[in-house]
């Protein structure tokens, strides 16, 4: 099993470009996040979704937006980036929500200049 | 806010010594579960404790759990090199979303 695939790896924008971040899982689970980690911060989560069709709002979730329509996809687009958004950012999926355990991406490192 | 907070914030050790980290949390939770991650990796599940539980191992990895005191403590036993990472505890305040503390950078010295 591939487990949770993140794309691209690496990216550079400049300030006001738009893009989307991919996250794919492959093992049917239902709860898909997305966190941003900052140094000294530790992970912040930004959406999530429990299910196709369904998204809430994280912690940090201003100037970003998510879509669930397939269990297995679950994209982050950067409406307009800012230098601000310069961060890691990790996909993570769950069977269960917060009580089973999480399954991460290898994580996409992003430049805003 | 955080949900979750690492102490220390950095241990460094000799290989071979035992490594102890500390996570307090703020509400009620169902579990409590520590992550490691490498550098520049994504994050590993290590172990997950549920509420009514008080102590779990998993091989060096000891996990204790205080609900009345809202902590627990990851002890690592005779630590190697490849233990060298940053550990984060998570806990689901609601069930749906995991939270992170900031996390703990742990180094093995040769």
């Known amino acids: 099993n591939a487990g949770v695939t993140q794309t691209p790896k690496f990216q550079v924008l400049k300030t006001g470009q738009s893009m989307t971040l991919q996250c794919a899982q492959d093992m049917n689970h239902e709860y898909m996040s997305w966190y941003r980690q900052d140094p000294g911060m530790g992970l912040r989560l930004i959406h999530y979704?429990?299910?196709?069709?369904?998204?809430d709002q994280g912690e940090v979730p201003n100037g970003y937006n998510v879509s669930r329509s397939t269990t297995e996809d679950f994209p982050l687009r950067l409406l307009s980036a800012a230098p601000s958004q310069t961060s890691v950012y990790f996909c993570?999926?769950?069977?269960?929500?917060?009580?089973?355990?999480?399954?991460f991406g290898q994580g996409t490192r992003l430049t805003v200049v | 806010s955080q949900q979750g907070e690492e102490d220390p914030q950095a241990l460094s050790i000799q290989e071979g010594e035992n490594a102890t980290m500390n996570c307090s949390y703020k509400?009620?939770?169902?579990?409590l579960q520590w992550y490691r991650q490498n550098s520049g990796r994504g994050l590993v599940h290590l172990i997950l404790?549920?509420?009514?539980?008080r102590e779990k191992h998993s091989g060096r990895l000891r996990v204790t759990l205080d609900t009345s005191k809202k902590s627990s403590s990851l002890l690592i036993t005779a630590s190697r090199a490849a233990d060298t990472a940053s550990y984060f505890c998570a806990t689901a305040p609601r069930a749906q979303k995991l939270v992170f503390g900031q996390g703990t950078r742990l180094t093995i010295n040769p």
């Open positions: 979704s429990v299910g196709a069709g369904i998204t």
């Open positions: 509400t009620s939770i169902n579990n």
């Open positions: 404790i549920r509420s009514n539980e």
């Open positions: 993570a999926s769950t069977l269960s929500g917060g009580i089973t355990e999480a399954f």
